[in-house]
């Protein structure tokens, strides 16, 4: 299968990630498969996040407090958040994405091989990775090749011109191909 173009997006929490992807392919989200992390609450209390399938919009969640620290709950991600990236990856969707990839679920092997095959799946898959020294999170950027851009680095408005430029040529070279 052709190798499809791999955007990877860091940078600290708060720095505009998700709204870069959103932006991008805010005119084409039915397109677009995969999953979104959003926050939930307890009693209007922060109380984790949770893993959103952006085609059903079904949710589980991936994190909770235990204590004064947040932990991930991994039967979520081997089993939800598996499930969301395989039924994408064999989708009519043209554009994957995984937002967001951190520590929570580091130690969940059937996850992270969903990961592997989504990003080698020939499509067009944005993955928003936290800023943080996790190692699975280094192979993966080593591996996938593709376009990385650190929001903390570049700032949002030249990543944002960076993404538009690589997406822009990435559509033009499908439509010159025919697909």
């Known amino acids: 299968m052709a190798r499809g173009k791999i955007f990877m997006i860091t940078g600290k929490p708060g720095s505009g990630k998700t709204t870069l992807w959103q932006r991008l392919w805010a005119e084409e989200m039915e397109k677009t498969a995969g999953y979104i992390t959003v926050p939930y609450e307890t009693d209007g209390i922060f109380a984790g996040y949770k893993m959103q399938d952006i085609t059903t919009g079904e949710s589980r969640i991936i ?7 947040f932990v991930g ?15 994408a990856a064999v989708s009519e969707k043209e554009i994957l994405i995984l937002d967001e990839l951190g520590r929570f679920e580091k130690n969940c092997s059937v996850f992270l091989k969903a990961v592997q095959e989504t990003v080698f799946c020939g499509k067009t898959v944005c993955l928003i990775l936290k800023k943080e020294p996790v190692p699975y999170l280094e192979r993966l ?8 851009i650190d929001i903390d680095e570049t700032g949002r408005e030249k990543a944002w ?6 997406y822009s040529h990435d559509r033009i070279a499908k439509d010159i191909r025919g697909k």
């Open 73 to 87: 709950v991994e039967e979520t991600f081997e089993g939800f958040g598996a499930g969301i990236l395989r039924r």
């Open 161 to 166: 011109e960076i993404l538009t430029e690589q």
């Open 141 to 148: 950027k080593e591996t996938a090749g593709g376009c990385l």
């Open 63 to 69: 994190s909770r407090r235990d204590g004064e620290r």
